[in-house]
């Protein structure tokens, strides 16, 4: 079946620092990534939608200036959190979904810990 | 409003018996798309099965089916014969629009944990 990679799987960093997590499709194009976020014991939150070359669409009360998205290639989307505080703390992950297609292939998620 | 609810925040089943997961949802569009995922303790989300709303019968993949009731706005969750593996937390999702639609977003459910026991 269709592979989402999404690195790193954990990280740690210092508060203001900025952190990058990859999210690649293996084995097909994907036009469409989201990006969710998820604190323990809840829900997935959808963060952004984003289509290949072209700017991401951000969902009501995320900051687009604090968690950066860029999906320059039909394989690859980042996510990059800047000036990382505590309260960034969380489990970031990552779906892709191919044109026309039903399923959502999710990420493994990297869980970020900032100190 | 909720437009996923999942009603049953842990569920325990013991080896080898059937198991229902419910989930409720909310939506004026005609067209849609329900999900079920998969979330062991790792992280991952395991894709496990998918309902359009305009297919006539429910969806069945191995062990794992799908009750749909439209008109009660259903679509609950059977796994039969529970494995010790499939403790987990599972996630009902929902896509508005059309199929394939890029616009079409997942709405998460809060969850439900099963626990399978022995």
């Known amino acids: 079946g269709a592979v989402v990679s999404q690195h790193p799987s954990r990280v740690i960093c210092k508060s203001g620092t900025s952190v990058k997590i990859e999210c690649r499709s293996l084995?097909?194009?994907?036009?469409?990534m989201f990006w969710y976020r998820q604190f323990p014991k809840q829900s997935l939150m959808l963060m952004a939608t984003?289509?290949?070359?072209?700017?991401?669409?951000?969902e009501q009360g995320v900051e687009k200036d604090k968690f950066l998205i860029n999906h320059a290639s039909l394989t690859l989307s980042t996510l990059t959190v800047t000036s990382a505080h505590p309260e960034d703390s969380s489990f970031y992950i990552c779906?892709?979904?191919?044109?026309?297609?039903?399923?959502?292939?999710f990420g493994s998620g990297t869980q970020l810990s900032v100190l | 409003a909720q437009k996923i609810t999942q009603t049953q925040p842990g569920m325990f089943v013991q080896e080898k018996e059937a198991v229902t997961l419910d989930c409720t949802y909310d939506?004026?569009?005609?067209?849609?798309?329900l999900f079920w995922y998969k979330q062991p303790s790792s992280g991952e989300m395991i894709f496990l099965i998918y309902?359009?709303?305009?297919?006539?019968q429910n969806a069945t993949e191995g062990r794992y089916s799908l009750n749909f009731q439209k008109a009660r706005k259903s679509a609950n969750l059977v796994i039969s014969a529970s494995q010790l593996g499939d403790s987990a937390m599972y996630f009902c999702?929902?896509?508005?629009?059309?199929?394939?639609?890029?616009?079409?977003?997942?709405?998460f459910g809060r969850g439900t944990q099963l626990t399978v026991w022995p």
């Open positions: 779906s892709a979904r191919a044109a026309g297609a039903e399923k959502l292939f």
């Open positions: 084995d097909f194009q994907a036009t469409t």
């Open positions: 984003s289509n290949e070359g072209s700017k991401a669409t951000y």
């Open positions: 939506t004026s569009d005609p067209s849609y798309g």
């Open positions: 309902q359009g709303s305009y297919d006539q």
């Open positions: 999702a929902m896509r508005e629009g059309p199929r394939g639609s890029t616009l079409g977003r997942l709405y």
